[in-house]
C-alpha cells in the first residue's frame, strides 16, 4: 500500500489497484490457475485410473508454481517434495496393488454422480459468491522481500510453532508404525492377492 | 494481486475435490479427491498467510506453518488410507466403495447372497 517504498522492480502497474487492469502475477496466477483447476476436473471425471494419477502430478505441480507466485517459496518446494514426489508415488503403488484396470473401467463413477455433480456445483455457487463478495477490495502486496522465504518461514516454524512441531513428528511416527502393521498383518498369513479372502476366519483372528 | 483469485480458484479447487469424493467408486480415487480438497485449503492458507503478514504486520505466520502442518498430516493420512485400502483388496477382493455395505442400514441392494461376507464380519 505504501507507494513511497517502491522499489524500482516493482512493476509499474502495480500502484493504483485497477480492477479490470491486471497485474502480470495476476495474468500469470490465472493461467495457471485454469491449467490447475482442468486438471483438477479431469482428475475427478477421468475414466482411466492411471490416468487420474498422473493428471493429479499436473495439479499439484500448478498449486506449487502457484504458491511460488504467492511468494511462499518454502512451501512450493515442499509441496513439490511430498505430494508430486511421494504421495503420488504411494498412489500409484496403491492403484497398482489393488489391481486397477489398466485403460477405461466403466465403473469408475458411482450411480450418485449427479447427485455429487448438483452438491458441487451448489456449494461451488455459495462459496465463489461468498468470497468475491468478501474481498472484492482486498490486495496482496507482494513487493518487497519474500513472505515465505526459508528464512522467514524456518525462523517462524521453531521460534512460536515448536510444539506443534514436535507433536506432529510425534504423529507421523505413529502414522507410520500404523500403516506398517495394517499391512504387515494381512501379508503375514497367506500369499496375497484376491485368494486371499478366502481363510477370513485364522486372518480376523490374528487381527484382534 | 486481488486476494480474490486465491480464493476463487481454492474454492473451485475444493469443489472439484468435493465431486470427486462424492462421485468415485473406487476407494484411492477418493483419496485423490481428498487431496485435491486437502490442497485447496493449504492454497488459501497461503494467500491469506502473506497477505496477513503485509496488510496486518503479522509475524506468526501461523498460515505457512498449519500449511505445512496439513501437508505432513496429508502425508500421514495418505499412508494410513493406503494401508486400509490394501487390507480391504486383499479381504475382499475389491477396492470399489459401493460394494462394502456391511454396516449399512435399510435393505440390502444385494439380498441375503453375501452371508459368507458377514458371518466373517461376526467372526470378526
Not at chain 1, 505504501?2 to 509499474?12: C, E, F, M, T, V
Not at chain 1, 493461467?31 to 483447476?37: D, M, S, W
Not at chain 1, 475414466?47 to 504467492?70: I, K, M, N, S
Not at chain 2, 501437508?71 to 499412508?79: D, Q
Request: hydrophobic share 55%; with cysteine.
Amino acid at each position: 500500500m505504501n507507494l513511497a517504498a517502491a522499489a524500482p522492480l516493482a512493476d509499474a502497474a502495480h500502484a493504483p489497484h485497477g480492477f479490470l487492469s491486471p497485474t502480470g502475477v495476476e495474468i500469470a496466477f490465472l493461467l495457471v490457475g485454469l491449467a490447475t483447476l482442468g486438471a483438477a476436473l479431469v482428475t475427478v471425471t477421468t475414466r482411466q485410473l492411471v490416468h487420474a494419477a498422473l493428471w493429479l502430478v499436473v495439479a499439484l505441480g500448478g498449486l506449487a508454481v502457484e504458491y511460488l507466485l504467492l511468494t511462499a517459496e518454502f512451501i512450493a518446494w515442499v509441496q513439490v517434495l511430498i505430494y508430486v514426489g511421494s504421495v503420488v508415488v504411494l498412489l500409484l503403488f496403491g492403484l497398482m496393488l489393488t489391481r486397477a484396470p489398466i485403460g477405461r473401467s466403466p465403473d469408475a463413477d458411482s450411480g450418485n454422480r449427479w447427485a455429487a455433480l448438483a452438491v458441487a456445483i451448489a456449494s461451488a455457487v455459495a462459496l465463489v459468491w461468498v468470497v468475491v463478495d468478501a474481498f472484492r477490495t482486498t490486495w496482496i502486496d507482494l513487493d518487497g522481500p519474500a513472505a515465505g522465504s526459508t528464512r522467514v518461514t524456518g525462523a517462524s516454524l521453531f521460534r512460536h510453532w515448536v510444539l506443534p512441531f514436535e507433536a506432529l513428528s510425534v504423529l507421523l511416527l505413529a502414522a507410520l508404525v500404523g500403516a506398517i502393521v495394517l499391512s504387515r498383518k494381512a501379508k503375514a498369513d497367506t500369499a496375497p492377492g484376491p485368494s486371499a479372502d478366502l481363510d477370513v476366519p485364522g486372518e480376523k483372528e490374528g487381527a484382534r | 494481486m486481488h486476494l480474490a483469485y486465491p480464493a476463487v480458484l481454492s474454492a473451485l479447487l475444493f469443489c472439484t475435490g468435493l465431486y470427486g469424493v462424492l462421485a468415485r467408486r473406487n476407494a484411492i480415487l477418493v483419496l485423490m479427491s481428498v487431496e485435491i480438497m486437502l490442497n485447496a485449503v493449504n492454497l488459501n492458507l497461503v494467500a491469506f498467510d502473506v497477505w496477513l503478514s503485509r496488510t496486518a504486520q503479522e509475524t506468526l505466520h501461523s498460515g505457512q506453518a498449519l500449511t505445512l502442518f496439513t501437508i505432513t498430516i496429508a502425508a500421514a493420512e495418505i499412508g494410513i488410507g493406503l494401508a486400509i485400502v490394501l487390507a480391504v483388496y486383499r479381504n475382499r477382493g475389491t477396492s470399489d466403495i459401493d460394494k462394502l455395505r456391511d454396516t449399512a442400514e435399510g435393505p440390502d441392494p444385494e439380498g441375503p447372497g453375501t452371508p459368507a461376507a458377514e458371518k466373517a464380519e461376526a467372526s470378526a
